[in-house]
């Protein structure tokens, strides 16, 4: 099983950026796509972004497309998630994903909170 622990969350004004990271350990090589979901009270858990750990594919949410951008390290296990022009409605705690496919992602991680709050 993959391990995920997220960091990075926060507390920023709105058009500010922040950027989130994500370490897996474990069984990673059991995992082809890493991704990111966002989780705002009362509201249900939504896909925000996806990368191959290739590389070669990523996939972004249209609520945050355009703003958020998703990259990996291979070396250090890692995956980001830059978040720019941030605002209140992306306010949520975000979670690390792992899976074989970006259709078949599992949450994995603790999450981190994101306020964006002026």
């Known amino acids: 099983q993959v391990q995920l622990v997220e960091s990075g969350g926060g507390l920023v004004q709105p058009g500010e950026s922040l950027r989130l990271s994500c370490v897996a350990s474990?069984?990673?090589?059991?995992?082809?796509?890493m991704g990111w979901f966002r989780q705002a009270p009362g509201k249900e858990r939504e896909f925000v972004a996806a990368?191959?750990?290739?590389?070669?594919?990523?996939n972004i949410g249209d609520s945050v497309k355009g703003r958020f951008t998703i990259s990996r390290d291979i070396a250090k296990n890692t995956v980001y998630l830059q978040m720019t022009s941030l605002k209140p409605e992306d306010t949520a705690v975000y979670y690390c994903?792992?899976?074989?496919?970006?259709?078949?992602?599992?949450?994995r991680g603790q999450g981190t909170q994101v306020t964006v709050s002026s």
């Open positions: 474990g069984r990673t090589f059991s995992t082809n796509v």
């Open positions: 994903a792992a899976g074989p496919g970006t259709a078949t992602l599992v949450v």
């Open positions: 990368i191959s750990w290739s590389g070669d594919s990523t």
